[in-house]
């Protein structure tokens, strides 16, 4: 669904992405994980189509961005880091207001603004206007917003930055529910939304994709060493002479410092699945009792940590950029913060 291949960009004399590659699938929810500063955002507008690439190809839904852009934004809904809302807008108007931009006829647009305030839980503040909302109900408004046409693909910038406990649950639900037909990209920063919402990750860092694969298989690949943390009972000796007489025990060490019949010792192991049911034959064998035995495994953040901090990441690439210079998309123009902004053209006609 969608497919990015060795995708550059250049400001000046700053590389902010440097061959980059990924695809996502139908139906996946695939995460861009890195440091603030690390090329996600930049990654993200040049597939929304709101910044061009210096080299490479985008496509989604086997359409190029930069060859047929109308045809790409037709089929993603982008939801920018900061939601492209109109404050004195109703959430009803305003959604009637972005079907419009992009493209639904007068007749459809009913059904399908009632559809996204459903799927995103919206019915009870349809009437109510945005800049009255809570942050987290803004920010299901910008995915309705980015949802509203239907599109095959939607690409989420940091959904969850900012919310409380609570909101970050409806929304990872909220995203969890649309991947059931459709293929979603999120970045973050935050390793537990990883963990909790996507299929797969890829790792970002200082404008390159060092790391792409499912969480489980990217634990496997960067895991060297296996660690298991065994609870025995028997002589020291014994437990040790065991230990040593197996060639895949690398080093062990005794957690408990006093001596007791009963203590736990922390074993490495090299990479081999065997070893485990071999380090318990030999043990049980030697007349040690054994009473628990547990496998550490290597954390997510042990790898994000390892991948990201080989070299200082230039931040200066993912400044800002001034919404005035970028191309206006079908969805919407970026609007101002302020709050003062006045509302669009006839907006009280859809209010």
Same mark, same amino acid.
């Given at each position: 669904m969608i497919e990015v291949e060795h995708l550059s960009k250049v400001y000046g004399s700053t590389t902010a992405?440097?061959?980059?590659s990924f695809a996502a699938q139908p139906g996946e929810i695939l995460g861009l994980l890195g440091p603030n500063g690390a090329g996600k955002t930049t990654t993200m507008r040049i597939l929304a189509g709101y910044l061009p690439a210096?080299?490479?190809?985008?496509a989604v839904a086997g359409f190029e961005v930069h060859v047929d852009p109308?045809?790409?934004?037709?089929?993603?809904?982008?939801?920018?880091?900061v939601p492209p809302l109109y404050p004195n807008m109703t959430v009803e108007g305003y959604l009637h207001f972005v079907g419009r931009l992009k493209g639904l006829s007068a007749g459809d647009r009913p059904q399908r603004?009632?559809?996204?305030?459903?799927?995103?839980?919206?019915?009870?503040?349809?009437?109510?206007?945005?800049?009255k909302l809570s942050k987290g109900f803004r920010q299901r408004v910008g995915i309705a917003q980015a949802i509203v046409h239907n599109p095959p693909a939607i690409i989420?910038?940091?959904?969850?930055?900012g919310l409380d406990p609570r909101q970050i649950i409806d929304v990872r639900n909220l995203i969890k529910s649309l991947a059931a037909d459709k293929t979603v990209i999120l970045s973050t920063h935050i390793l537990p939304e990883v963990n909790m919402t996507c299929q797969r990750v890829a790792i970002i860092n200082n404008g390159k994709v060092?790391? /792409?694969?499912?969480?489980?298989?990217?634990?496997?690949?960067?895991? $060297?060493?296996?660690?298991? @943390? !065994?609870? %025995?009972q028997g002589e020291l000796d014994s437990v040790?002479?065991?230990?040593?007489?197996?060639?895949?025990?690398?080093?062990?060490?005794?957690?408990?410092?006093?001596?007791?019949e009963r203590r736990k010792v922390r074993v490495t192991c090299n990479p081999d699945p065997q070893v485990g049911p071999q380090l318990t034959h030999t043990l049980v064998h030697a007349g040690v009792a054994m009473y628990e035995m547990?496998?550490?495994?290597?954390?997510?953040?042990?790898?994000?940590?390892?991948? /990201?901090?080989?070299?200082?990441?230039?931040?200066?690439?993912?400044? $800002?950029?001034?919404?005035? @210079? !970028?191309? %206006?998309?079908d969805a919407i123009r970026h609007p101002t913060s302020s709050s003062e902004e006045a509302d669009p053209p006839n907006a009280e006609d859809l209010s």
């Open positions: 992405l440097q061959d980059v210096t080299k490479g190809t985008a109308m045809a790409v934004r037709q089929r993603i809904g982008y939801l920018p880091e603004v009632q559809w996204a305030m459903e799927q995103c839980n919206l019915q009870d503040v349809q009437k109510t206007l945005i800049h989420l910038d940091e959904p969850t930055i060092v790391a /792409t694969n499912t969480l489980a298989d990217l634990k496997a690949q960067q895991t $060297e060493q296996l660690i298991y @943390e !065994l609870d %025995v040790e002479q065991s230990l040593q007489s197996l060639e895949g025990v690398l080093t062990w060490q005794w957690l408990s410092e006093q001596p007791s547990r496998r550490l495994g290597t954390s997510l953040e042990e790898i994000y940590l390892e991948l /990201t901090t080989k070299e200082e990441v230039d931040t200066s690439a993912e400044s $800002e950029i001034d919404p005035a @210079e !970028l191309p %206006v998309s």
